[in-house]
Protein backbone atom coordinates (compact mmCIF):
# COMPACT_ATOMS: atom_id res chain seq x y z
CA UNK A 1 0.00 0.00 0.00
CA UNK A 2 1.31 3.75 -1.08
CA UNK A 3 2.94 5.56 1.74
CA UNK A 4 1.29 8.44 2.55
CA UNK A 5 2.89 11.24 5.46
CA UNK A 6 1.20 11.17 8.92
CA UNK A 7 -1.23 13.88 9.53
CA UNK A 8 -2.16 14.28 12.58
CA UNK A 9 -5.80 16.76 12.97
CA UNK A 10 -6.51 18.14 16.46
CA UNK A 11 -10.07 16.50 17.37
CA UNK A 12 -11.75 19.83 18.48
CA UNK A 13 -10.47 20.77 14.72
CA UNK A 14 -11.95 18.04 13.28
CA UNK A 15 -14.95 18.16 14.15
CA UNK A 16 -15.07 21.46 12.71
CA UNK A 17 -13.69 20.74 9.45
CA UNK A 18 -16.94 17.78 9.63
CA UNK A 19 -19.28 20.12 10.05
CA UNK A 20 -18.02 22.56 7.44
CA UNK A 21 -18.01 19.71 5.26
CA UNK A 22 -21.68 19.14 6.00
CA UNK A 23 -22.42 22.66 4.68
CA UNK A 24 -20.76 21.91 1.56
CA UNK A 25 -23.28 19.45 0.72
CA UNK A 26 -26.32 21.47 1.14
CA UNK A 27 -27.67 20.46 -2.53
CA UNK A 28 -27.46 16.90 -1.55
CA UNK A 29 -30.72 15.16 -0.47
CA UNK A 30 -31.57 15.10 3.17
CA UNK A 31 -31.46 11.10 3.22
CA UNK A 32 -27.86 11.51 1.92
CA UNK A 33 -26.65 14.26 4.44
CA UNK A 34 -28.50 12.43 7.09
CA UNK A 35 -26.12 8.91 6.17
CA UNK A 36 -22.96 11.06 5.72
CA UNK A 37 -23.04 12.05 9.11
CA UNK A 38 -24.05 8.62 10.56
CA UNK A 39 -20.51 7.64 8.75
CA UNK A 40 -18.20 10.90 9.92
CA UNK A 41 -19.62 10.30 13.34
CA UNK A 42 -18.44 6.80 13.38
CA UNK A 43 -15.29 8.49 11.66
CA UNK A 44 -14.59 10.74 15.02
CA UNK A 45 -15.57 8.07 17.30
CA UNK A 46 -13.14 6.02 15.91
CA UNK A 47 -9.99 8.80 15.76
CA UNK A 48 -11.10 9.55 19.39
CA UNK A 49 -9.95 5.71 20.99
CA UNK A 50 -6.99 5.08 18.24
CA UNK A 51 -4.07 6.96 17.45
CA UNK A 52 -5.25 7.85 13.32
CA UNK A 53 -2.88 9.99 11.14
CA UNK A 54 -5.11 9.90 8.00
CA UNK A 55 -2.93 6.68 6.47
CA UNK A 56 -4.30 4.30 3.94
CA UNK A 57 -3.66 1.57 7.29
CA UNK A 58 -5.78 3.66 9.51
CA UNK A 59 -8.75 3.69 7.20
CA UNK A 60 -8.36 -0.21 6.98
CA UNK A 61 -8.48 -0.73 10.78
CA UNK A 62 -11.81 1.69 10.73
CA UNK A 63 -13.26 -0.06 8.35
CA UNK A 64 -12.51 -3.46 10.02
CA UNK A 65 -13.51 -1.80 13.25
CA UNK A 66 -16.91 -0.61 11.55
CA UNK A 67 -17.23 -4.67 10.57
CA UNK A 68 -15.50 -6.32 14.03
CA UNK A 69 -16.76 -3.66 16.53
CA UNK A 70 -20.08 -2.37 15.19
CA UNK A 71 -21.18 -4.96 13.90
CA UNK A 72 -22.53 -3.25 10.61
CA UNK A 73 -23.69 -4.53 7.35
CA UNK A 74 -21.04 -4.97 4.63
CA UNK A 75 -23.43 -2.69 2.53
CA UNK A 76 -23.48 -0.16 5.51
CA UNK A 77 -19.76 -0.04 6.09
CA UNK A 78 -19.26 0.42 1.84
CA UNK A 79 -21.57 3.53 2.30
CA UNK A 80 -19.50 4.86 5.28
CA UNK A 81 -16.15 4.38 3.53
CA UNK A 82 -17.49 6.32 0.64
CA UNK A 83 -18.76 9.56 2.96
CA UNK A 84 -15.21 9.00 3.94
CA UNK A 85 -13.62 9.54 0.83
CA UNK A 86 -15.85 12.43 0.26
CA UNK A 87 -14.39 13.85 3.55
CA UNK A 88 -10.84 13.20 2.78
CA UNK A 89 -11.66 14.93 -1.04
CA UNK A 90 -12.53 17.93 0.90
CA UNK A 91 -9.68 18.27 3.24
CA UNK A 92 -7.39 17.46 -0.02
CA UNK A 93 -9.25 20.70 -1.39
CA UNK A 94 -8.55 22.96 1.43
CA UNK A 95 -5.06 20.96 1.90
CA UNK A 96 -5.41 20.02 5.04
CA UNK A 97 -4.38 16.76 3.51
CA UNK A 98 -1.96 15.91 0.45
CA UNK A 99 -3.68 13.23 -0.80
CA UNK A 100 -6.95 11.25 -0.27
CA UNK A 101 -5.64 7.94 1.73
CA UNK A 102 -8.83 6.70 2.13
CA UNK A 103 -9.24 6.46 -1.96
CA UNK A 104 -6.91 3.14 -2.17
CA UNK A 105 -9.13 1.22 0.49
CA UNK A 106 -11.63 -1.17 -0.94
CA UNK A 107 -14.70 -1.42 0.41
CA UNK A 108 -16.13 -5.22 0.84
CA UNK A 109 -17.88 -7.58 -1.54
CA UNK A 110 -21.12 -5.86 -1.93
CA UNK A 111 -23.91 -8.49 -0.55
CA UNK A 112 -27.30 -9.05 -2.50
CA UNK A 113 -30.67 -10.44 -1.18
CA UNK A 114 -32.96 -12.42 -3.15
CA UNK A 115 -36.07 -10.87 -3.09
CA UNK A 116 -38.83 -13.72 -2.62
CA UNK A 117 -42.20 -11.71 -3.25
CA UNK A 118 -43.49 -12.20 -7.04
CA UNK A 119 -44.00 -9.30 -9.29
CA UNK A 120 -47.77 -10.03 -9.33
CA UNK A 121 -47.99 -9.80 -5.96
CA UNK A 122 -46.50 -6.21 -5.42
CA UNK A 123 -48.41 -5.20 -8.33
CA UNK A 124 -51.84 -7.03 -6.15
CA UNK A 125 -51.15 -5.34 -3.28
CA UNK A 126 -50.38 -1.62 -4.50
CA UNK A 127 -53.55 -1.70 -6.69
CA UNK A 128 -55.51 -2.98 -3.56
CA UNK A 129 -55.18 0.36 -2.02
CA UNK A 130 -58.16 1.17 -0.92
CA UNK A 131 -58.62 4.83 -2.51
CA UNK A 132 -61.99 6.44 -0.97
CA UNK A 133 -59.69 8.53 1.81
CA UNK A 134 -56.87 11.12 0.92
CA UNK A 135 -54.24 8.92 3.17
CA UNK A 136 -54.99 5.97 0.60
CA UNK A 137 -54.81 8.42 -2.32
CA UNK A 138 -51.61 9.95 -0.88
CA UNK A 139 -49.87 6.51 -0.66
CA UNK A 140 -51.30 4.88 -3.90
CA UNK A 141 -49.59 7.78 -5.53
CA UNK A 142 -46.60 7.54 -3.84
CA UNK A 143 -46.03 4.06 -4.16
CA UNK A 144 -47.25 4.08 -7.99
CA UNK A 145 -44.61 6.47 -8.75
CA UNK A 146 -41.85 4.34 -7.24
CA UNK A 147 -43.31 0.69 -9.06
CA UNK A 148 -43.85 2.58 -12.34
CA UNK A 149 -41.81 5.29 -13.03
CA UNK A 150 -38.72 4.06 -10.82
CA UNK A 151 -38.66 7.22 -8.96
CA UNK A 152 -36.53 7.38 -5.19
CA UNK A 153 -38.01 7.51 -1.97
CA UNK A 154 -36.02 10.56 -1.29
CA UNK A 155 -37.08 12.23 -4.67
CA UNK A 156 -40.34 12.02 -3.55
CA UNK A 157 -40.30 13.03 -0.20
CA UNK A 158 -38.84 16.31 -1.43
CA UNK A 159 -40.58 17.15 -4.67
CA UNK A 160 -42.66 19.95 -5.00
CA UNK A 161 -46.29 20.53 -6.19
CA UNK A 162 -44.68 22.75 -8.77
CA UNK A 163 -41.84 20.09 -9.61
CA UNK A 164 -44.97 18.29 -11.49
CA UNK A 165 -44.38 19.09 -15.35
CA UNK A 166 -47.26 18.47 -18.06
CA UNK A 167 -47.05 19.03 -21.77
CA UNK A 168 -49.55 17.87 -24.56
CA UNK A 169 -47.65 14.84 -24.46
CA UNK A 170 -47.20 13.20 -21.02
CA UNK A 171 -46.51 14.54 -17.57
CA UNK A 172 -42.82 14.68 -15.60
CA UNK A 173 -41.41 14.72 -12.33
CA UNK A 174 -38.63 17.18 -12.01
CA UNK A 175 -36.51 15.90 -9.58
CA UNK A 176 -33.19 17.34 -7.93
CA UNK A 177 -29.96 14.71 -7.74
CA UNK A 178 -28.67 13.37 -5.04
CA UNK A 179 -25.40 15.12 -4.79
CA UNK A 180 -25.08 18.58 -6.75
CA UNK A 181 -28.67 19.38 -6.61
CA UNK A 182 -29.31 19.01 -10.38
CA UNK A 183 -32.37 18.22 -12.11
CA UNK A 184 -33.52 15.32 -13.66
CA UNK A 185 -37.20 14.71 -15.62
CA UNK A 186 -38.63 11.78 -14.18
CA UNK A 187 -41.60 10.33 -17.03
CA UNK A 188 -44.65 9.65 -15.43
CA UNK A 189 -46.93 6.94 -17.03
CA UNK A 190 -50.32 7.77 -17.71
CA UNK A 191 -51.66 5.71 -14.93
CA UNK A 192 -49.35 7.13 -12.45
CA UNK A 193 -50.16 10.45 -13.50
CA UNK A 194 -53.67 9.96 -12.70
CA UNK A 195 -53.18 8.39 -9.10
CA UNK A 196 -51.82 11.86 -8.77
CA UNK A 197 -54.11 13.67 -9.93
CA UNK A 198 -56.51 11.96 -8.38
CA UNK A 199 -54.64 12.87 -5.04
CA UNK A 200 -54.04 16.12 -5.32
CA UNK A 201 -57.63 17.18 -6.46
CA UNK A 202 -58.55 15.52 -3.06
CA UNK A 203 -56.10 17.85 -1.57
CA UNK A 204 -57.58 20.94 -2.98
CA UNK A 205 -55.87 24.00 -3.79
CA UNK A 206 -52.18 23.80 -3.26
CA UNK A 207 -49.75 26.31 -4.37
CA UNK A 208 -47.02 25.09 -6.43
CA UNK A 209 -44.07 25.53 -2.80
CA UNK A 210 -46.11 23.43 -1.13
CA UNK A 211 -45.01 19.83 -0.87
CA UNK A 212 -46.24 17.35 -3.11
CA UNK A 213 -47.02 14.55 -0.74
CA UNK A 214 -47.70 15.38 2.95
CA UNK A 215 -48.51 14.27 6.18
CA UNK A 216 -52.41 13.61 6.56
CA UNK A 217 -54.11 13.80 9.74
CA UNK A 218 -57.29 12.79 10.78
CA UNK A 219 -58.57 12.04 7.15
CA UNK A 220 -56.93 15.80 6.08
CA UNK A 221 -53.92 16.73 4.40
CA UNK A 222 -51.47 18.54 6.44
CA UNK A 223 -48.89 21.63 5.52
CA UNK A 224 -46.54 19.72 6.49
CA UNK A 225 -43.87 17.70 4.37
CA UNK A 226 -44.22 13.47 4.01
CA UNK A 227 -41.49 12.27 6.18
CA UNK A 228 -39.31 9.49 5.85
CA UNK A 229 -40.85 7.78 9.22
CA UNK A 230 -44.01 8.37 7.43
CA UNK A 231 -43.28 6.48 4.41
CA UNK A 232 -41.84 3.44 6.36
CA UNK A 233 -45.09 3.27 8.34
CA UNK A 234 -47.25 3.57 5.05
CA UNK A 235 -44.88 0.86 3.40
CA UNK A 236 -45.80 -1.15 6.59
CA UNK A 237 -49.31 -1.00 6.13
CA UNK A 238 -49.69 -1.32 2.63
CA UNK A 239 -46.96 -3.79 1.65
CA UNK A 240 -47.23 -6.12 4.55
CA UNK A 241 -47.58 -9.68 2.88
CA UNK A 242 -47.70 -11.23 6.72
CA UNK A 243 -45.69 -14.03 8.46
CA UNK A 244 -43.12 -10.85 8.96
CA UNK A 245 -42.89 -10.48 5.11
CA UNK A 246 -43.03 -6.57 4.56
CA UNK A 247 -41.10 -4.82 1.62
CA UNK A 248 -38.58 -2.84 2.20
CA UNK A 249 -38.46 0.73 1.16
CA UNK A 250 -35.41 0.69 -1.16
CA UNK A 251 -36.26 -2.94 -2.91
CA UNK A 252 -39.87 -1.42 -4.63
CA UNK A 253 -37.27 0.39 -6.60
CA UNK A 254 -35.41 -2.22 -7.57
CA UNK A 255 -38.86 -4.45 -8.62
CA UNK A 256 -39.69 -1.29 -10.72
CA UNK A 257 -36.61 -2.02 -12.68
CA UNK A 258 -36.99 -5.87 -12.91
CA UNK A 259 -40.39 -5.60 -14.36
CA UNK A 260 -38.97 -3.37 -16.78
CA UNK A 261 -36.20 -6.21 -18.09
CA UNK A 262 -39.30 -8.83 -17.58
CA UNK A 263 -41.26 -6.68 -20.10
CA UNK A 264 -37.96 -7.14 -22.58
CA UNK A 265 -36.37 -3.42 -21.86
CA UNK A 266 -32.46 -3.69 -22.52
CA UNK A 267 -30.06 -2.83 -19.86
CA UNK A 268 -28.98 0.33 -21.62
CA UNK A 269 -32.68 1.10 -21.80
CA UNK A 270 -33.04 0.27 -18.00
CA UNK A 271 -30.27 2.30 -16.99
CA UNK A 272 -31.53 5.43 -18.53
CA UNK A 273 -35.06 4.92 -17.12
CA UNK A 274 -33.72 4.26 -13.63
CA UNK A 275 -31.26 6.60 -14.29
CA UNK A 276 -28.17 4.59 -12.48
CA UNK A 277 -24.95 6.06 -12.54
CA UNK A 278 -23.15 2.74 -11.59
CA UNK A 279 -23.30 -0.55 -12.49
CA UNK A 280 -23.99 -1.77 -8.75
CA UNK A 281 -27.56 -1.23 -8.30
CA UNK A 282 -27.97 -2.69 -11.91
CA UNK A 283 -25.91 -5.79 -10.82
CA UNK A 284 -28.75 -6.29 -8.11
CA UNK A 285 -31.57 -6.00 -10.78
CA UNK A 286 -29.69 -8.93 -12.52
CA UNK A 287 -29.55 -10.90 -9.26
CA UNK A 288 -33.11 -10.97 -8.54
CA UNK A 289 -34.64 -10.72 -12.16
CA UNK A 290 -35.11 -14.38 -12.65
CA UNK A 291 -36.03 -14.98 -8.88
CA UNK A 292 -39.04 -12.28 -8.51
CA UNK A 293 -39.96 -12.03 -12.44
CA UNK A 294 -43.30 -14.56 -12.54
CA UNK A 295 -45.32 -13.46 -14.93
CA UNK A 296 -45.09 -9.79 -16.56
CA UNK A 297 -47.21 -7.21 -14.94
Known amino acids: MEKFPATTIPQSQLRILVQQFDGTMRHAGKSTRHVYKKALDQLLSFVETNIFHFTPDNFVSFRL ?38 WSVHGTAQEFKILKTKLTDIAKAISGINRETIL ?9 AIFESGASI ?16 DAK ?16 PESTTFAIDDYMNSR ?24 LRG ?13 KKTIRLD ?26 KSNMPFKKILYNTKAVAGSKV
Not at 154 to 165: F, P, R, T
Not at 218 to 227: D, E, F, I, Q, V
Not at 231 to 243: C, D, K, L, S, T
Request: aromatic residues 8%; positive net charge; charged residues 30%.
Open 251 to 276: SLRTYCAVRLMSRGKSSDEVRSIMRF
Open 154 to 169: CELIEADVGDLKRDAK
Open 136 to 144: GKRDFAFLS
Open 204 to 227: GAVGAGEPLFVTVRGGKAMKSRLS
Open 173 to 188: LCVKTRAHGKSELISL
Open 65 to 102: WLIDQKKLSKNTVNVYLTASRRFCDYLVGIAVLKKNPA
Open 231 to 243: VRYAMHRRMNFGE
